[in-house]
């Protein structure tokens, strides 16, 4: 008995082509290091093989995605075995898919996790509130108390550097 896949390969390689930068960026910013990144890409990718959703846009892949790889990067972490590591261990680190890691960027990733996910789709993914609160399945209100914390937290270790917009 032979099995099908639920999506074309073409479509698989179609989709990550267009937002495995991102995937990357998300994993990245929750596990810290490399190796670990590129397990959560990998892992995020095969629940989109495995998965029967039918994607009504390139925005809806890309909300899929992301969510899907922060929950997968937050079950990884729960783990107790799991430990966090610090940004300067890799800093130097080359890879395919590098970026750099500016103060602010490393200011986010130091941030509690709700804080941190609606910051950085907010600023580094172009969302909205209302979209962030609908991929997270927040309040709209929610959501823009976690802005609103998070922009102070930030102005708080960037000495008032932050630059909103």
Not at 61 to 76: D, F, G, P, Q
Not at 84 to 110: G, P
Not at 127 to 134: G, K, M
Request: proline share 2%; net charge negative.
């Amino acid at each position: 008995m032979e099995r099908t896949l639920p999506r074309p390969d073409k479509d698989i390689v179609e989709i990550y082509e267009r937002h495995v930068n991102t995937v990357y960026r998300v994993c990245f910013s929750y596990m810290k290091n490399t190796i670990d990144t590129e397990d959560t890409v990998q892992n995020t990718f095969m629940q989109l093989v495995k998965s029967n959703i039918k994607f009504v846009s390139t925005e809806h892949e890309k909300a899929w995605l992301i969510v899907t790889a922060s929950n997968i990067c937050k079950n990884h972490l729960r783990h107790w075995w799991q430990k966090r590591t610090n940004l300067d261990d890799y800093e130097n680190i080359k890879t395919e898919q590098s970026f750099e890691i500016d103060e602010t960027l490393e200011a986010v990733m130091a941030l509690p996790d709700k804080y941190k996910s609606t910051i950085y789709l907010y600023y580094y993914e172009g969302y909205d509130s209302t979209e962030i609160a609908a991929m997270l399945k927040k309040p709209q209100s929610t959501i823009r108390n976690y802005l609103h914390k998070g922009r102070n937290l930030l102005r708080e270790k960037l000495g008032g550097d932050f630059d909103e917009e």
